[in-house]
């Protein structure tokens, strides 16, 4: 039970330096390692620094960094200091960067020396901006994170923070447009560490982990900032945009126990026929993949490849983490699991009204680490968090022994005939075919007006390219595997699936593409 007054700081970094854990390496980079005892150290300079530069207490501090072991010193040190760190996307636009910067009114940010440039442009004239301090280097006339953090004196007092206080944000990835600030509290971060981290995915004090997908969202946060500050283990960080290469190169070098990543970087690796088991971890344990729906496909050619699970877990930026994984030692493909324990889930019709087992719904989740909204986004809140209960907009079916499997995206079903079809049903059918690496699928119009699905399609280095050819097999196939209405009336290959950061296609810009 967490107690009313709580700083979060104090069990995720305090507390390893009186269980004796000071010595024992916490984060690794490219660059540098940092010892529980020196990342505390350098997270208790974080309050004074930041008093320094004008921040006081609730006053939020935008993040924009690359995954360095500055990214948790500064989170953790905002956080200690009762100052809340807004975490951003590391590849937006300027456009993008302004109006994160805007709609949080960030006192400070802090920005990594290679994305100086746009976020310096984006700033420009914002009224709460006080300053830009740059890490790791940059030109001169700017405050570096280095020298500031050298002049402070370290030990203070963690903040005296309430449990329901506002402790850090993040933004939602922007699949259906404009991002949402989400807003958590102090007292959920425990929470999503133990039920998701310790108890289900089994983190351990001995594990060395290795998440590829980012700190600025929900996955990342939970897989690196959290989980295994928890139980005290290493975790190490790559700066970065991940390919299986160096993906490879860092599994080989640092040989950790847990993987994070992305089923679209799984599913490169599984393209590269360099990224072998031999070549790897020699110490994994557990594979682990969120942020998108993995397809079957996938994980069964990883699983042959590789002699390792991927285990699928279903998480938002609005749960904070995962609250429904597959079991570690029961994954079954094409399912998303069950519900993390601490969590309870109900599928719901329109009406907000229960249905049976066998049959769609939308997926509400009873989370005890639940945001405590969306910044300014009052319409937007009330719509996503009824009472207890959060409504993910996902669609699912739950079995009778009680697995749930995906059929995406509330507003991305339309019917064909009358029918109802989930876009991924027919996307993990095309990615089932050996010539398809991605796919995505969205409703479009014939020429008498009716629904009808259109796929998109990254194809598999050795394709075949006769796409008159392929396509037809690749409906063929689709009518084999699920239905003869659900084939894609329409095929267009793409070098690349449109996406956010985290990995999840951006269906509004391939609709856009159809015309309609």
């Not at 300014?376 to 009824?386: E, G, K, P």
Request: glycine share 10%; aromatic share 10%.
């Amino acid at each position: 039970m967490i107690q009313r007054d709580y700083n979060a700081a104090v069990d995720f970094i305090d507390r390893h330096i009186a269980e004796g854990r000071a010595s024992k390496t916490a984060y690794i980079d490219p660059a540098r390692n940092l010892t529980y005892g020196e990342l505390h150290s350098a997270v208790t300079r974080v309050a004074p620094m930041l008093a320094r530069l004008g921040v006081e207490r609730e006053n939020r501090v935008a993040l924009i960094l690359l995954d360095t072991v500055d990214f948790p010193v500064l989170y953790w040190g905002a956080v200690r200091a009762g100052v809340v760190p807004v975490l951003m996307n590391t590849r937006l636009t300027v456009d993008q960067y302004r109006y994160l910067l805007e709609d949080s009114r960030a006192k400070v940010a802090f920005v990594s020396s290679a994305l100086l440039p746009a976020v310096e442009e984006a700033s420009a004239g914002l009224p709460d901006l006080r300053e830009i301090v740059v890490v790791g280097g940059g030109p001169p006339g700017r405050p570096r994170l280095e020298t500031l953090l050298s002049a402070e004196a370290e030990g203070g007092a963690p903040a005296n923070t309430c449990a329901d206080e506002v402790a850090f944000w993040l933004y939602s990835s922007g699949t259906t447009g404009a991002p949402k600030g989400v807003m958590h509290a102090h007292g959920s971060m425990p929470l999503m560490a133990e039920h998701a981290g310790r108890r289900r995915i089994g983190y351990r004090e001995d594990d060395i982990v290795f998440s590829a997908a980012k700190l600025f969202f929900a996955y990342g946060v939970g897989n690196a900032l959290l989980c295994p500050l928890w139980v005290g283990a290493t975790t190490v960080l790559y700066p970065e945009r991940p390919t299986p290469r160096t993906v490879f190169e860092t599994l080989r070098t640092f040989n950790p126990t847990l993987f994070f990543a992305v089923p679209t970087l799984y599913a490169a690796i599984l393209g590269d026929p360099e990224c072998r088991r031999d070549n790897g971890s020699r110490d994994w344990r557990i594979c682990f993949s969120a942020g998108e729906p993995l397809p079957a496909p996938v994980g069964r050619a990883w699983k042959e490849r590789f002699g390792l699970d991927i285990v699928n877990g279903v998480g938002s930026s609005e749960a904070g983490h995962l609250f429904m994984t597959n079991l570690p030692d029961a994954v079954e493909y094409g399912t998303s699991g069950v519900p993390v324990d601490g969590y309870e889930m109900e599928l719901r019709d329109e009406a907000g009204r229960c249905v049976a087992d066998g049959e769609l719904g939308e997926l509400w989740v009873k989370t005890p680490t639940c945001a405590i909204g969306y910044w300014n986004q009052l319409a937007r809140t009330r719509r996503a968090f009824v009472g207890e209960w959060l409504r993910t907009g996902d669609k699912y079916l739950r079995r009778s022994d009680g697995v749930f499997v995906y059929h995406g995206r509330a507003d991305d079903m339309f019917k064909v005939s009358g029918i109802w079809v989930s876009p991924f049903e027919v996307e993990d059918a095309l990615v089932s075919h050996p010539s398809v690496r991605e796919a995505a699928v969205v409703p479009a119009r014939d020429e008498d007006g009716l629904i009808k699905p259109r796929a998109f399609i990254v194809l598999c280095a050795a394709a075949a390219q006769d796409g008159g050819q392929l396509f037809e097999e690749l409906k063929s196939h689709v009518k084999n595997a699920i239905g003869p209405w659900k084939y894609p009336r329409w095929i267009n290959v793409l070098d690349e699936l449109p996406k956010t950061s985290s990995g999840k296609v951006q269906r509004y810009l391939l609709r856009d593409m159809t015309g309609d």
